[in-house]
């Protein structure tokens, strides 16, 4: 009989509406260790709704917090919604209707779509980042951030998209192209507020390591802040005889001992040193080339394949180590936002300078030697090598007598050599000394000399915070021509965005809401007299860096969260969301709230314990021979797993493809959910495999699940019976149900609280078939059943609970228990070996001995067989398990 989920799922719904049966508080009865904060990263209310993609992660965190809640634990468990963001600002320009309207519609229907999948949250902590009550505090930690020194505005070049008209944050840059409209991003120097993330560089690092993270994700918030040590450099920079000057020009180096090796310098074209480095024969060759140079996107100036391009500035830096005049390029393979937006070139041991080198015919010049180099100047010895280095070094006819004699170590070969550890050459008194020695060293001397010192840099940049756009928070700042910058009183908060009638951007570098003189135009905070307010606004990522903790405590009008209650919750224990955000959102998240901590505001370091990428939900697509992908409406199949394509008659492969409108392949949950029921579309996403592993939606599984439910259901009409599971059961039926259903409280039990949900629904299968074998099975087994099914597929589950006479929700009753007694097999399969080759087996009770597993491997046939005409020289035994026989 087929589960009437039509009516079943919509009533549990508003039971646990109208009942808040998720409603939490923070009960001081439930002790820290069983209290468990689990979130998802919440959804942008897109238009387009959910897909089946959304739920995975949902029902995951889901199941895992009915499953908590029936283990005695107090779960926090909210949603919400990431609410500013470009695209309902877009469709505003597009159609004039305000972004609000659009933001609050979709809303809604994002609300009923994950309401509708049974979703156990408590909606009364829902927040919304777009409204004044929630983003009034969003400000509040801005200028917590701006009175710290930690925001700061600058003039500063940034990635452009000319579509989105706005500024871009590295981390929104993907390939070259805008994250999220794909137009190729180009640069701009305009007014930006910055925020100073690399305050927090090593502790963002350092802090990893406690952190319940997949390594991956771990790593690749590492590689993107790319700490590393070196040292910085003064050049000076020389007139036009060679002579020193006043000027200086300073290089990040991770290799100072390389600096015999620089034969040039690079600057970005950025470098606000360019001008007045560059004479007046190069001006034109120079403006024309930082021109050209603008309208690249990073990705494109870095690419190492790339034909290197530069122009000479007619200035030259001097080398503090042996005075040689260098010459000042500029060149776009050199970005400001990397080190000093300057390097020292040392092309035999730098790819990219070896290739820029032997383009613009520049010198170069070998400092390092291997250390299988160095071996081969006496027979293979490494320390002999180095020592014979060292004791020519002292001498200039020997040193070029050893080096004349041995090109391959001491000269540039075809191509260069990166700079590993190894030997000085080629560098005066350190020649022969490792690497390690002379950076040290050269370290040290330019502390002495002053001109240069040990640093630290990052890959990492400050977060371009600001955004010309409207539909986000506007920053509480005021521009006063007295007083400069002044913040926004704190009793002021919420600055609310004005009513507009237009959200075009201006693209010049400015808001739409420079435009509105009633609302631009303001008092100074400090002086009383007539100022500007701050026309820039955040970015979505600023109400996403705090949203769970006003999860917290979200209706609280005096606090962004209180106090006692963030300490009751945090940190998050179970964080659930995509590993796209392995970098912008976690890592954003990260350093507000180190920042907070530091304000001594919220309790913990960090605030994600425990993270999960869930694996992406994949669809079929198909692609031609030339790679392009073809939706999947013009594939038609001609055979069994044959498809050409309907308009080119082209021969088609099927392939699996992220779901995407423009290949048609995506699949609305709201249709699934329409045939097959919710407690169907849940069980199928977690049934699909490993939570974690990308996999392809394929309906027929669906189908299955269903199927599966629809046999729960018609089993849940057979009688029950009273018979006690704990006691002896001479049934030989009832007693071999009793142990799989014990197999099955331990498994769900155990792969349910690891998240290996797909595992979990197997074992629940094979207790239905087994249970549809006996006339009536126990009511207490029954109802442990129903119990377990109930945090995978809640409406079923709560309506198979009401039928069994309870009146109350199933989602607070404890979890079923199981005895390891009843998982115990009473049979084991003994192999038979004869000579270590498995050659038959039998079936023996549990604890047989070893003379008797001995005589009943021997009366085998597989045995007799391969026994025939030879004799037993010896039989191991191992109980419970094998019989090997060794014979001649």
Same mark, same amino acid.
């Given at each position: 009989m087929a589960y009437p989920f039509q009516n079943i799922e919509p009533k549990w719904q508003k039971y646990w509406d109208d009942n808040k049966t998720f409603r939490v508080t923070e009960d001081p009865k439930f002790p820290k260790e069983k209290r468990r904060y689990v979130l998802d990263m919440f959804p942008y209310p897109s238009g387009a709704g959910l897909h089946v993609g959304h739920p995975e992660g949902y029902t995951a965190t889901d199941i895992y917090c009915r499953y908590l809640r029936m283990n005695g634990y107090n779960v926090l468990h909210p949603m919400g919604y990431d609410a500013f963001g470009l695209p309902a600002e877009n469709y505003a320009i597009k159609t004039g209707t305000h972004p609000a309207t659009t933001t609050f519609k979709n809303i809604e229907h994002f609300t009923q779509q994950i309401k509708a999948l049974g979703f156990s949250y408590d909606w009364d902590r829902c927040v919304m980042t777009c409204t004044p009550d929630y983003y009034k505090w969003t400000q509040w930690i801005f200028l917590q951030?701006? *009175?710290?020194?930690?925001?700061? =505005?600058?003039?500063?070049?940034?990635?452009? %998209?000319?579509? %989105?008209?706005?500024?871009?944050?590295?981390? =929104?840059?993907?390939?070259?192209?805008c994250d999220r409209c794909g137009s190729p991003v180009t640069h701009k120097t305009i007014r930006q507020w910055i925020l100073k993330i690399t305050a927090y560089a090593d502790d963002l690092i350092k802090d990893l390591e406690g952190l319940d993270w997949p390594e991956s994700v771990k790593l690749m918030q590492k590689n993107w802040i790319g700490r590393s040590e070196g040292a910085e450099v003064d050049f000076t920079v020389a007139d036009k005889d060679g002579k020193a000057t006043d000027k200086k020009l300073t290089v990040y180096t991770t290799r100072p001992d390389t600096l015999f090796g620089a034969t040039y310098m690079v600057l970005a074209p950025e470098h606000p040193m360019v001008k007045e480095l560059t004479t007046s024969e190069q001006k034109d060759a120079v403006e024309k080339y930082i021109a050209e140079a603008s309208s690249k996107s990073d990705l494109e100036r870095t690419d190492l394949a790339k034909d290197k391009t530069g122009v000479f500035t007619g200035s030259y830096g001097i080398d503090p180590v042996n005075g040689a005049l260098v010459p000042i390029w500029i060149a776009d393979y050199v970005l400001t936002g990397h080190g000093t937006g300057a390097i020292m070139a040392v092309p035999a041991h730098d790819e990219r300078d070896w290739d820029f080198a032997k383009k613009f015919n520049l010198p170069?010049?070998?400092?390092?030697?291997?250390?299988?180099?160095?071996?081969?100047?006496?027979?293979?010895?490494?320390?002999?090598?180095? =020592?014979?280095?060292?004791?020519?070094?002292a001498n200039p006819d020997e040193y070029k007598k050893l080096a004349d004699s041995h090109p391959d170590v001491f000269s540039v070969a075809e191509k260069c050599t990166p700079a590993k550890d190894g030997y000085a050459i080629n560098s005066e008194e350190f020649n022969g000394k490792p690497t390690k020695e002379v950076i040290n060293t050269i370290i040290t001397w330019l502390g002495e000399k002053g001109i240069g010192k040990k640093a630290v840099s990052y890959k990492l940049r400050d977060w371009i915070f600001s955004r010309q756009r409207y539909w986000g928070e506007p920053i509480p700042l005021v521009h006063c021509p007295d007083c400069g910058t002044?913040?926004?009183?704190?009793?002021?908060?919420?600055?609310?965005?004005?009513?507009? $009638?237009?959200?075009?951007?201006?693209?010049?570098?400015?808001?739409?809401?420079?435009?509105?003189?009633?609302?631009?135009?303001?008092? %100074?905070?400090?002086?009383?007299?007539?100022?500007?307010?701050?026309?820039?606004?955040?970015?979505?990522?600023?109400?996403? %860096?705090?949203?769970?903790? !006003?999860?917290?405590?979200? *209706?609280?009008?005096?606090?962004?969260?209180?106090?006692?209650?963030?300490?009751?919750?945090?940190?998050?224990?179970?964080?659930?969301?995509?590993?796209?955000?392995?970098?912008?959102?976690?890592?954003?998240?990260?350093?507000?709230?180190?920042?907070?901590f530091d304000a001594g505001v919220v309790s913990t370091k960090e605030p994600f314990q425990r993270l999960i990428n869930q694996g992406m939900i994949t669809s079929f697509a198909f692609q031609n021979a030339a790679k392009s992908l073809i939706p999947i409406d013009r594939a038609e199949e001609v055979a069994p797993n044959e498809f050409k394509d309907k308009e080119t008659g082209e021969k088609l492969e099927r392939i699996i493809a992220k779901m995407s409108k423009s290949l048609k392949n995506v699949v609305n949950p709201d249709e699934m959910i329409k045939q097959y029921g919710a407690d169907s579309v849940r069980m199928y996403e977690m049934f699909m495999g490993p939570l974690t592993v990308s996999k392809p939606w394929n309906?027929?599984?669906?189908?299955?699940?269903?199927?599966?439910?629809? *046999?729960?259901?018609?089993?849940?009409?057979?009688?029950?019976?009273?018979?006690?599971?704990?006691?002896?059961?001479?049934?030989?039926?009832?007693?071999?149900? !009793?142990?799989?259903?014990?197999?099955?409280?331990? $498994?769900?039990?155990?792969?349910?609280?690891?998240?290996d949900f797909n595992t979990a629904i197997s074992q629940m299968m094979i207790f239905i078939n087994e249970a549809a074998k006996v006339p009536s099975v126990p009511k207490a087994m029954w109802e442990g059943f129903v119990k377990m099914l109930s945090v995978y597929a809640p409406h079923l589950g709560e309506e198979l609970w009401e039928k069994l006479g309870n009146k109350k929700t199933v989602a607070y009753e404890a979890w079923p228990t199981f005895s390891e007694e009843y998982c115990k097999e009473d049979t084991k399969t003994i192999v038979v070996m004869i000579n270590g080759k498995l050659r038959d087996k039998f079936e023996a009770a549990v604890g047989t001995d070893k003379d008797t597993l001995q005589k009943t491997a021997l009366e085998t046939e597989g045995a007799k067989k391969f026994l025939e005409g030879k004799n037993v020289v010896k039989v191991v035994v191992v109980p419970d398990k094998l019989v090997n026989v060794v014979a001649k």
């Amino acid at each position: 009989m087929a589960y009437p989920f039509q009516n079943i799922e919509p009533k549990w719904q508003k039971y646990w509406d109208d009942n808040k049966t998720f409603r939490v508080t923070e009960d001081p009865k439930f002790p820290k260790e069983k209290r468990r904060y689990v979130l998802d990263m919440f959804p942008y209310p897109s238009g387009a709704g959910l897909h089946v993609g959304h739920p995975e992660g949902y029902t995951a965190t889901d199941i895992y917090c009915r499953y908590l809640r029936m283990n005695g634990y107090n779960v926090l468990h909210p949603m919400g919604y990431d609410a500013f963001g470009l695209p309902a600002e877009n469709y505003a320009i597009k159609t004039g209707t305000h972004p609000a309207t659009t933001t609050f519609k979709n809303i809604e229907h994002f609300t009923q779509q994950i309401k509708a999948l049974g979703f156990s949250y408590d909606w009364d902590r829902c927040v919304m980042t777009c409204t004044p009550d929630y983003y009034k505090w969003t400000q509040w930690i801005f200028l917590q951030l701006y *009175k710290k020194g930690l925001a700061y =505005e600058a003039e500063t070049p940034i990635n452009w %998209c000319p579509s %989105c008209k706005t500024g871009l944050a590295n981390e =929104e840059v993907k390939e070259g192209h805008c994250d999220r409209c794909g137009s190729p991003v180009t640069h701009k120097t305009i007014r930006q507020w910055i925020l100073k993330i690399t305050a927090y560089a090593d502790d963002l690092i350092k802090d990893l390591e406690g952190l319940d993270w997949p390594e991956s994700v771990k790593l690749m918030q590492k590689n993107w802040i790319g700490r590393s040590e070196g040292a910085e450099v003064d050049f000076t920079v020389a007139d036009k005889d060679g002579k020193a000057t006043d000027k200086k020009l300073t290089v990040y180096t991770t290799r100072p001992d390389t600096l015999f090796g620089a034969t040039y310098m690079v600057l970005a074209p950025e470098h606000p040193m360019v001008k007045e480095l560059t004479t007046s024969e190069q001006k034109d060759a120079v403006e024309k080339y930082i021109a050209e140079a603008s309208s690249k996107s990073d990705l494109e100036r870095t690419d190492l394949a790339k034909d290197k391009t530069g122009v000479f500035t007619g200035s030259y830096g001097i080398d503090p180590v042996n005075g040689a005049l260098v010459p000042i390029w500029i060149a776009d393979y050199v970005l400001t936002g990397h080190g000093t937006g300057a390097i020292m070139a040392v092309p035999a041991h730098d790819e990219r300078d070896w290739d820029f080198a032997k383009k613009f015919n520049l010198p170069i010049i070998k400092v390092v030697a291997s250390p299988e180099e160095v071996a081969s100047l006496a027979d293979g010895d490494e320390a002999k090598g180095a =020592e014979l280095i060292r004791k020519a070094a002292a001498n200039p006819d020997e040193y070029k007598k050893l080096a004349d004699s041995h090109p391959d170590v001491f000269s540039v070969a075809e191509k260069c050599t990166p700079a590993k550890d190894g030997y000085a050459i080629n560098s005066e008194e350190f020649n022969g000394k490792p690497t390690k020695e002379v950076i040290n060293t050269i370290i040290t001397w330019l502390g002495e000399k002053g001109i240069g010192k040990k640093a630290v840099s990052y890959k990492l940049r400050d977060w371009i915070f600001s955004r010309q756009r409207y539909w986000g928070e506007p920053i509480p700042l005021v521009h006063c021509p007295d007083c400069g910058t002044v913040p926004v009183p704190e009793e002021e908060l919420p600055l609310e965005l004005p009513d507009v $009638k237009t959200y075009q951007p201006t693209g010049t570098g400015e808001s739409p809401l420079a435009g509105i003189d009633s609302w631009v135009n303001c008092k %100074c905070p400090k002086c009383g007299k007539d100022a500007r307010r701050e026309t820039n606004t955040m970015p979505q990522w600023a109400g996403s %860096c705090w949203y769970y903790l !006003r999860y917290i405590d979200p *209706k609280n009008e005096k606090a962004f969260v209180d106090q006692e209650k963030e300490k009751y919750w945090m940190p998050v224990d179970l964080y659930v969301g995509g590993a796209e955000h392995a970098v912008l959102h976690l890592l954003y998240s990260r350093f507000w709230h180190k920042v907070l901590f530091d304000a001594g505001v919220v309790s913990t370091k960090e605030p994600f314990q425990r993270l999960i990428n869930q694996g992406m939900i994949t669809s079929f697509a198909f692609q031609n021979a030339a790679k392009s992908l073809i939706p999947i409406d013009r594939a038609e199949e001609v055979a069994p797993n044959e498809f050409k394509d309907k308009e080119t008659g082209e021969k088609l492969e099927r392939i699996i493809a992220k779901m995407s409108k423009s290949l048609k392949n995506v699949v609305n949950p709201d249709e699934m959910i329409k045939q097959y029921g919710a407690d169907s579309v849940r069980m199928y996403e977690m049934f699909m495999g490993p939570l974690t592993v990308s996999k392809p939606w394929n309906t027929q599984g669906l189908i299955g699940v269903n199927r599966f439910l629809d *046999k729960v259901w018609s089993l849940s009409d057979k009688p029950l019976s009273d018979i006690d599971i704990t006691g002896k059961i001479e049934d030989k039926d009832l007693s071999s149900l !009793r142990k799989t259903y014990a197999k099955t409280v331990a $498994k769900v039990t155990h792969d349910t609280s690891t998240l290996d949900f797909n595992t979990a629904i197997s074992q629940m299968m094979i207790f239905i078939n087994e249970a549809a074998k006996v006339p009536s099975v126990p009511k207490a087994m029954w109802e442990g059943f129903v119990k377990m099914l109930s945090v995978y597929a809640p409406h079923l589950g709560e309506e198979l609970w009401e039928k069994l006479g309870n009146k109350k929700t199933v989602a607070y009753e404890a979890w079923p228990t199981f005895s390891e007694e009843y998982c115990k097999e009473d049979t084991k399969t003994i192999v038979v070996m004869i000579n270590g080759k498995l050659r038959d087996k039998f079936e023996a009770a549990v604890g047989t001995d070893k003379d008797t597993l001995q005589k009943t491997a021997l009366e085998t046939e597989g045995a007799k067989k391969f026994l025939e005409g030879k004799n037993v020289v010896k039989v191991v035994v191992v109980p419970d398990k094998l019989v090997n026989v060794v014979a001649k």
